[in-house]
Nanobody, 122 residues
Framework: VQLQASGGGLVHPGGYLRLSCTASGNIYTINAMFWYRQAPDRQRELVARISSLGDTSYAPSAQGRFTISRDNAKKILYLQMNNLTPEDTAVYYC?????????????????WGQGTLVTVSS
């Protein structure tokens, strides 16, 4: 079981990007999923959360600009980021708190993707 993040890149201030995080492996269901980010010389911070049923929450810095969503059938997590600023420059990581394999008695826990770099610069 693994998560693969993609979609990062270089964008001008005011621009947009959509990040994706694809889960692969023998998966039955995924519980809550998250996007985190880590800027240079800063601690990793939570950006957005989405439950298995689609309930969402955001960090104040992301509220109103970012939208987290998921496609449970395709096992893909998304982060739509609009009106980007240089302060959004960071490596973005996806995370799942629990991933269940079919017939398993215990989930994989706290699974991280490898990160995708977002650079916002003119």
């Amino acid at each position: 079981v693994q998560l693969q993040a993609s979609g990062g890149g270089l964008v001008h201030p005011g621009g947009y990007l959509r990040l994706s995080c694809t889960a692969s492996g023998n998966i039955y269901t995924i519980n809550a999923m998250f996007w985190y980010r880590q800027a240079p010389d800063r601690q990793r911070e939570l950006v957005a959360r989405i439950s298995s049923l689609g309930d969402t929450s955001y960090a104040p810095s992301a509220q109103g600009r970012f939208t987290i969503s998921r496609d449970n059938a395709k096992k893909i997590l998304y982060l739509q980021m609009n009106n980007l600023t240089p302060e959004d420059t960071a490596v973005y990581y996806c995370n799942a708190d629990e991933i269940w394999a079919p017939g398993s008695y215990a989930p994989f826990v706290n699974i991280w993707g490898q990160g995708t770099l977002v650079t916002v610069s003119s």
